[in-house]
């Protein structure tokens, strides 16, 4: 058993040849599958980072609006 | 039924149409290409006996040639949507094109480096100026020409269109470059390198070849998807759809 | 508009002067970094003159369209009632006899320091005559789709190596020809046919190129 697994890794006398070239093979590609990963968690966290602010900007801005009705409010909030 | 293919196309052009799509598409494409790419290296390092003049060495063949194959789809692939983009200005072609490039150069990498791993104990050289390997080298740089052109344009889908142009220009090159330099090597040396021989591939061999190639096929398929998928969400930010997507549980 | 180019050109001797120097300059470090064996030299004083003159040329090119499109005057000729194809092929010309003809006229100079063989030389010639116009027209292709980003010389020289390759196997392998005393009337031919195949569709390249760069 463990002289043709000797057999398998030593491929002939090839092994520092055709280990290489599989490993480029599977690293390349394992790395074009991680971008696309990567790539589309950065894209929904910025989303996500904006979608907040715009409403934590809608909100302010909705909350002015509403101060603005009640004048004794508005000094209060600028303390 | 000439009309509903259109009608179809047109309908999945349309990008939160193709992002669901690509969304149930890729898993699939993965999956398989796994269980393919498994089945086929089993068979390229196991079952396959070694060649007769190559030894084991000759099982490089099982990566690069399915490689190099996929290096030449995925451009023609490139070259035809990015001809449908610079036409019709289809945003989803654009985004096709673009994401290809990467997934290609990747394979066109793979290509040139398995060749020459397999040259140095075949011909006892990395490298020489033979003409597929010259087209392939070519090739690279044209990759990395679309990706550089594209990213430097401030506008994305500017930047697409201007790339794509540099890949129609570059698909009309690539037989020139493959003639030139088989009659330039001609002048210089008498023979080339002949890689597959006369000798036909047992079905053996055949057969992981084949798998493989399938699997890179797929793997493709579903690269692209992802791709396609996260590059769309940049794009269409500012679009009801993306917002329903990035945010499932509203803000209380 | 080929005057206007050329007196633009004329008022900036300084700048077609500039590749030139640079030609100059390239060569006369090849001897000291090879060493100076008149065999050795000979040899390789056809590929080195070409490929001397293709990074000249690249240099200039660069700067193609720059003033053109400082002073807006690109969109003016983008929207001129003339073909715009014609316009740029104009232009392309301009550029090739302020950049490409010097660089001709210098070069049986360069070959001599390298010693090429005297009879080889009217070959080298007609090469370059040949394989700098097609120079000129790839490049202002790339330059056009280029004209909308930040300057980035080293993307022109990335995209313009692979389109360039076969003009350079054919000049070179024309000259080596020749001083093989073998025929070289085929690769020029090669070369004369590729150039006349971009003479008439690289000015539409350029204007489509042109187009897409500079309206989003």
Redesign the interface.
């Known amino acids: 058993m463990s002289g043709s697994w000797q057999a398998?890794l030593d491929?002939?006398?090839?092994a520092a040849?055709?280990w290489?070239?599989?490993a480029?093979?599977l690293a390349?590609?394992l790395?074009?599958?991680l971008?696309?990963?990567l790539?589309?968690h950065r894209?929904?966290q910025?989303?996500?980072a904006?979608?907040?602010r715009q409403?934590v900007r809608q909100d302010a801005a909705h909350a002015a609006t509403g101060n603005e009705s009640g004048a004794t409010a508005a000094p209060s909030r600028s303390t | 039924m000439t009309r509903w293919i259109p009608l179809w196309l047109h309908r999945l052009s349309s990008p939160p149409t193709f992002y669901r799509f690509a969304g149930a598409v890729w898993p699939w494409a993965m999956g398989l290409a796994l269980v393919a790419g498994a089945i086929g290296l089993y068979g390229a390092l196991v079952l396959a006996p070694p060649d007769y003049q190559q030894g084991d060495a000759y099982r490089i063949i099982f990566i690069h040639v399915p490689s190099a194959w996929m290096s030449m789809f995925i451009y023609a692939v490139m070259a035809v949507a990015s001809f449908v983009a610079v036409v019709w200005r289809i945003k989803l072609a654009e985004v096709v094109a673009m994401q290809s490039a990467p997934i290609g150069a990747a394979f066109t990498f793979i290509t040139l480096v398995s060749g020459s791993l397999w040259g140095k104990p075949m011909w006892g050289t990395w490298w020489t100026w033979d003409a597929r390997l010259t087209s392939e080298l070519v090739l690279l740089f044209l990759y990395l020409g679309v990706i550089g052109l594209y990213h430097a344009f401030e506008d994305r889908r500017q930047g697409a269109r201007a790339a794509g142009f540099l890949a129609i220009i570059g698909i009309i090159n690539v037989p020139i470059v493959h003639f030139s330099v088989n009659w330039w090597n001609t002048l210089h040396q008498g023979s080339t390198i002949n890689f597959f021989g006369t000798s036909k591939i047992a079905a053996d061999m055949l057969w992981p070849l084949l798998v493989l190639t399938l699997a890179t096929k797929l793997y493709y398929v579903a690269s692209l998807c992802r791709r396609a998928r996260a590059d769309l969400l940049a794009l269409e930010g500012n679009k009801a759809w993306v917002h329903e997507l990035v945010a499932p549980e509203p803000a209380p | 508009m080929l005057r206007r180019e050329l007196l633009l050109a004329w008022r900036r001797r300084g700048d077609i002067a500039m590749p030139v120097l640079y030609a100059v300059l390239v060569t006369v470090l090849f001897p000291f970094a090879l060493g100076p064996e008149d065999t050795l030299l000979q040899r390789i004083a056809g590929g080195i003159v070409l490929v001397t003159v293709l990074l000249a040329m690249l240099l200039t090119l660069d700067a193609m369209f720059t003033s053109d499109i400082e002073d807006g005057s690109l969109e003016q000729l983008v929207l001129s009632p003339q073909p715009l194809a014609l316009l740029l092929g104009m232009k392309i010309l301009a550029h090739w006899l302020t950049s490409a003809l010097p660089l001709i006229v210098i070069a049986p100079l360069l070959a001599a320091m390298l010693h090429l063989p005297g009879p080889v030389i009217p070959v080298l010639l007609l090469a370059l005559l040949l394989a700098t116009p097609l120079l000129s027209l790839l490049g202002a292709i790339l330059v056009a789709l280029t004209a909308g980003t930040r300057r980035s010389g080293m993307l022109l020289a990335l995209m313009l190596l692979p389109l360039c390759m076969p003009a350079v196997i054919f000049a070179a392998g024309a000259v080596a020809a020749a001083q093989q005393g073998l025929p070289w009337l085929a690769p020029i031919s090669w070369l004369a046919a590729i150039l006349v195949l971009a003479i008439a569709f690289a000015p539409l390249a350029c204007a489509g190129a042109l187009r897409i760069a500079l309206d989003a």
């Open positions: 398998f491929m002939g006398g090839y040849y055709v290489p070239a599989y480029v093979f390349v590609l790395g074009d599958s971008v696309p990963t790539r589309r894209i929904v910025e989303l996500r904006r979608l907040v409403a």
